[in-house]
């Protein structure tokens, strides 16, 4: 996996925008406005790629700290260039932070990613702060079945085409579908996070359940 994203790290914010018919960065703009968090909040940024959320939240807070954490150091290296100078490299199932240090966590298209999810909700959980904030965006499976196969070939194919042309190997972004079959659909995300610490669960679907934006309230 490390090998993988290292790869596509120089050409990864494009094909996000390109995955998400350019609305990548308005979902993300509508994670963090709607995120409740102080002025001087402390924000993890996990599986952080080049730092989207992290430059998104210190644009809203000023005067707010993002700690960019990602496992692959060359999107770390991307995320400094951008001027985030706190990047940590680091594993979602043994975040290197004290319990509850965080007042908020974001995470863009890293949970499917997770080889345990459940071990990585509890693990967010623990770094963050009672009445602290979860906010996520990631691809999910839709509920309906057709819709599964039909949202699995589109995905397969835009993976297959982008390989090609950007690094002449089609199956570099066909990780995306082939990490989606064994993943949860956007209620099922809901319901798991309610049953790990959280609270208020509020989520909106996009691409008829293809794409999932979450935001929790941490017991």
């Known amino acids: 996996m490390r090998a993988m994203f290292g790869t596509i ?7 996000t925008r390109v995955f ?13 406005s709607r995120a409740a ?7 993890l940024d996990l599986a952080s790629g080049t730092g989207d959320f992290s430059q998104l939240v210190l644009e809203r807070l000023p005067r707010a700290r993002a700690v960019a954490v990602d496992l692959t150091e060359p999107m770390l290296r991307l995320a400094r260039r951008r001027g985030l100078t706190e990047a940590v ?21 890293g949970l499917r990613n997770f080889p345990n999810l459940g071990a990585a909700v509890k693990e967010i959980e623990r770094v963050t702060r009672p009445g602290g904030l979860m906010v996520s965006l990631d691809f999910f499976l839709p509920a309906n079945r057709l819709l599964r196969r039909l949202y699995g070939g589109y995905l397969y194919a ?16 066909t990780y995306i579908p082939h990490s989606l079959r064994s993943f949860v659909s956007i209620q099922d995300f809901s319901a798991l996070l309610g049953q790990m610490g959280y609270a208020t669960v ?3 679907a996009y691409i008829f359940g ?9 017991r």
């Open 9 to 15: 790290a120089p050409r990864y914010d494009f094909v």
């Open 20 to 32: 998400s018919y350019g609305m990548d960065r308005r979902w993300k703009r509508l994670g963090v």
């Open 37 to 43: 968090l102080p002025d001087r909040a402390l924000v």
């Open 89 to 109: 490299c680091a594993d979602a199932g043994a975040l290197p932070f004290a319990d509850q240090s965080f007042d908020g966590v974001f995470i863009g298209y």
């Open 158 to 173: 835009q993976g297959a085409l982008w390989g090609l042309l950007l690094h002449g190997r089609p199956r570099v972004y």
């Open 202 to 204: 509020e989520s909106r």
């Open 210 to 218: 293809g794409i999932g934006l979450h935001w929790a309230v941490k």
